[in-house]
């Protein structure tokens, strides 16, 4: 079934994901996730109301109780599903993707990921086999709650001082809309912030350059300290500097580790922070050099999200732009990285630096080549030991290989990775270097071993 992914349940609504599919997942999470409580969390898309009519159907069918939150943000639902104790949860949304699509996002209790080797295939095998869990004798029931002040109040806790900040906050039309004046107030410039699941401003992937244009001109035009933006669903948040240059997600996770450490300590934490294998060398190096352990781990919040909690740690986050917090459930947050974020360069500010000057230790380290897409590569197993030979060839044998997750080649003073893409003929090249011109050999390079024989 096209619709269930690595993580998720995600698909084009009415084709790749209809009601009645909504309708006949709800009728078997109760038993996959051995739960007779879930938590119900539905972002603004236009197909997101008949969706979780559907669900519920199906979900107090099997016998379940549904608390169903309305409108939501994606770590919202995380949030009180370990924080109210439910047995799982669904958060319906399609996060980044364009209007057309929508999605199920399901957590186990203390919501803990559930993707498809997590037990999402199980629930495909039983739809595919017309197997559903027989309709419970005693009905579920839905209760309606509302816990945006009551999740409000607990993120802004964790709000530091940014009296004399200038800042801009792009909803993107998105499900961050739904607290964010409340949780940012009157001392940002709130853009896009009314919810619409049509996305009539701009495209909710903020990795997309033409999305973050509308942001980069009001922090230009109005001489503001940063920027903000959040995808669809807010689970993942990004931002630009004071001169509206796009910051690279991942050189946020060595500020955002100094600023837990120093101001929220836990007791028996271990200094271990995640990063995914495409996390810059200037990240990890920072890391290190300021004390913590550096761990790298395969692409995904499922991954990210376990080995954080396996291993007691204190954050982490990937290139896409998640963030995630051992104060957050081991959960990902783009609310919560925000308000460390604008905590963090308001400090700086005091200080007389500028977000830009904070940065330039770990990014001006090397040359990044961001992630670079080759397309037409049938073959993409056999192409990625073509590239890593080639690679080798160029740079020599490397001190480090992780294989985990496609390639990825370490040197002492570059490094380059290349994975397959799960569903595409595409192959993703990664690298940096402390060169321009030998960056841009690196990656010619790859790209015709890549291609050779294609």
Wanted: net charge negative; hydrophobic share 45%.
């Amino acid at each position: 079934m096209t619709a269930f992914k690595a993580y998720d349940i995600r698909g084009i609504y009415g084709t790749e994901l209809t009601d009645d599919l909504a309708y006949r997942v709800g009728r078997c999470l109760p038993k996959m996730l051995g739960a007779k409580s879930i938590l119900v969390g539905r972002d603004a898309r236009t197909s997101s109301d008949a969706l979780r009519d559907a669900l519920i159907r199906g979900l107090t069918e099997a016998g379940a109780d549904v608390t169903d939150m309305g409108l939501a943000t994606t770590p919202m639902v995380y949030f009180f599903t370990a924080a109210k104790g439910f047995g799982g949860s669904v958060m319906i949304t399609a996060s980044h993707n364009p209007p057309e699509y929508n999605g199920l996002k399901v957590s186990k209790a203390e919501a803990r990921p559930c993707g498809y080797h997590l037990g999402l295939r199980e629930v495909e095998a039983w739809i595919e086999s017309d197997a559903l869990p027989p309709v419970a004798e005693v009905k579920g029931a839905v209760t309606i709650a509302d816990y945006r002040a009551e999740y409000v109040a607990w993120l802004r806790s964790f709000a530091g001082d940014t009296a004399g900040l200038n800042y801009a906050v792009d909803c993107s039309d998105g499900a961050s809309g739904v607290i964010a004046a409340d949780l940012f107030g009157t001392a940002s410039v709130l853009m896009n912030a009314t919810p619409d699941g049509a996305f009539p401003h701009h495209g909710p992937n903020p990795l997309e350059p033409e999305n973050c244009a509308q942001l980069i001109a009001a922090v230009r035009e109005r001489g503001l300290d940063v920027g903000i933006i959040f995808d669809g669903d807010a689970d993942r948040v990004m931002c630009v500097d004071e001169r509206g240059e796009f910051v690279p997600p991942d050189a946020l996770i060595p500020l955002f580790a100094d600023w837990l450490r120093a101001h929220f300590p836990v007791e028996g934490m271990a200094p271990v922070v995640v990063h995914d294998i495409r996390t810059s060398r200037g990240v990890i190096e920072v890391l290190r050099e300021t004390g913590f352990e550096p761990l790298m781990v395969r692409v995904g919040a499922a991954f990210a999200k376990t080995a954080l909690r396996e291993q007691n740690g204190l954050c982490g986050g990937e290139v896409a732009g998640h963030y995630y917090f051992r104060h957050f459930h081991w959960c990902d947050s783009g609310e919560l990285a925000a308000l460390f974020l604008l905590a963090i360069v308001a400090d700086a500010k005091r200080q007389g630096k500028t977000f830009s000057q904070v940065l330039s230790p770990i990014i001006d380290r090397y040359v990044r080549s961001g992630e670079v897409n080759v397309h037409g590569v049938a073959d993409r197993p056999t192409a990625v030991a073509r590239v890593e030979a080639a690679v080798t060839a160029l740079m020599g044998s490397p001190q480090t290989r992780a294989d985990f997750d496609g390639v990825r080649l370490d040197w002492a003073d570059a490094w380059f990775g290349v994975r397959a893409s799960n569903t595409e003929p595409i192959l993703r090249l990664a690298g940096e270097t402390q060169d321009a011109a030998r960056l841009e050999t690196l990656i010619a390079t790859a790209k015709a071993a890549a291609l050779a024989n294609e």
